[in-house]
C-alpha cells in the first residue's frame, strides 16, 4: 500500500500525471487491511474498550463477560454480514461490475469479497477468543 501511494503521489506531484487505478487501488488495499485488522485485533484482545467498570473486575468476571460479549455482539452480527456480504459480493460478481470511472479497476467482486472473509475470520477469532476465557473461568 505504501509502494502504490509513493508511486501514485510521485506521478501526480513530480510527472503531473495520475492514475484512477492506482487511486482505487489505494481504497481498496486500505479497505482489506482495515477489514482484515478487525479479526486480528480480536485475536490479539486489542479492541478499544471503554474500561470504567470492566478493568477494576477480577479476571474470571472479565472472563464471562467477553463470552457473553461474543454470543451475544460479535457472533450474530458477524454471521449477518458474512450472510448478506457474500450475496453483496455474489452479485457484484454476477454483474461483472467495474469501476464506474474510465481506467478504475475491474473485478469489484474481489474487494466486496473480502467483507465476509474477513468476518469470517472474525467469527474464528472470537471462537479462540471464548475458548480462551472459558478456560480463565474454569480454572
Known sequence: MI?????????????????IALQEMEWHLFSAMFLLGIA???QKNAHV???????KFPA????????????IFILPISLLIVYYGADFA???YAIDEKSPDPGGLT???IIKSM????????????????KDN??????
Request: hydrophobic share 55%; net charge positive; glycine share 2%.
Open 40 to 42: 486480528y485485533t480480536l
Open 60 to 71: 474470571k468476571k472479565q472472563a464471562l463477560i467477553n463470552i457473553v460479549g461474543f454470543f
Open 90 to 92: 455474489y452479485l457484484a
Open 49 to 55: 474498550r471503554v474500561d470504567i467498570f470492566y478493568a
Open 3 to 19: 509502494a502504490n501511494v509513493f508511486v501514485d503521489v510521485a506521478l501526480r506531484y513530480v510527472f503531473n500525471n495520475s492514475s
Open 134 to 139: 472459558y478456560r480463565i473461568i474454569t480454572q
Open 115 to 130: 467483507i465476509s472473509v474477513s468476518f469470517i475470520l472474525v467469527i474464528i477469532s472470537g471462537i479462540l477468543f471464548a
Open 107 to 109: 473485478y469489484r467482486f
